[in-house]
């Protein structure tokens, strides 16, 4: 068994693989406040309930964009695991040709769902991830990471309007039963679910009017599932891509 880890500014996504399966998974806050202890506590109540020994792992590789979790995420694995992460970053072979500018400016959880997105769905296409921020990349013909575009997440701009508008209250799930709303809470619902769906649909359109029409679109993200629900833009949504990318890295760099 090996595990694997996607560290974003919200969530932590976590994943034990038996070979080719992803066996166990779980979603667990990120929070810069906790303690290396805190944080080993956890994984070990998660592993328990899932009947998993730690022992029995043996690899661990990171993708991280939460610089100061980094140093407490590797004392708990090199602790609690026996083991010291590899983390995606300089040094870790990916197999993935990236024509960023600046490649090192490439997030990591970007990296990983670029290879799943060329192993399981082919190329060219384009990622959509809808997390802290939503992120749009596209992947040329290739199987080279050409680029993107970021935009704040759904999450994100709710917590932003709800604290920067007196009147509006913060919410916590984004259906809304019309686009025109009848109350406060139904209109917020509205305009972000719709909003992200047209969004969507002008980025997507936007990018195959600069790279060409046959694009596939992955989406991937706790929110993936509804919005796909709202638009015809996104071809697929897989859950677990990040997941399924740090696993195919893994692999490539188990015996290094």
């Not at 046959?214 to 638009?231: C, N, Q, S």
Request: glycine content about 8%; overall charge negative.
């Amino acid at each position: 068994m090996n595990l694997v880890m996607d560290v974003g500014n919200t969530k932590i996504a976590i994943g034990v693989y038996e070979e080719e399966e992803l066996i166990s998974h779980w979603t667990i806050e990120t929070n810069v406040g906790k303690t290396t202890d805190e944080y080993m506590a956890l994984f070990h109540q998660l592993l328990q309930l899932k009947e998993l020994d730690a022992h029995e792992m043996q690899g661990i590789l990171i993708s991280s964009v939460v610089p100061q979790l980094d140093q407490r995420i590797t004392q708990v694995c090199q602790t609690y695991f026996k083991l010291t992460p590899m983390f995606v970053g300089p040094g870790i072979k990916t197999g993935l040709n990236i024509l960023y500018d600046n490649p090192k400016e490439v997030g990591a959880d970007r990296i990983a769902n670029a290879v799943a997105g060329i192993a399981y769905y082919g190329a060219p296409l384009i990622i959509i991830d809808f997390g802290t921020a939503t992120t749009f990349c596209y992947i040329t013909q290739n199987n080279q990471y050409a680029g993107g575009a970021i935009a704040p997440g759904m999450s994100l701009s709710m917590e932003a309007l709800s604290q920067h508008a007196a009147k509006l209250p913060g919410i916590d799930t984004f259906k809304a039963p019309n686009v025109i709303a009848k109350n406060t809470v139904h209109a917020m619902q509205s305009g972000f679910l719709y909003g992200m769906a047209g969004q969507v649909e002008g980025m997507v359109s936007r990018i195959k009017d600069e790279m060409g029409p046959d694009l596939k679109v992955v989406a991937t993200g706790e929110l993936a599932a509804l919005v796909r629900k709202e638009t015809a833009a996104i071809t697929m949504v897989d859950e677990w891509l990040t997941l399924k990318g740090l696993q195919l890295i893994y692999k490539k760099n188990r015996n290094t």
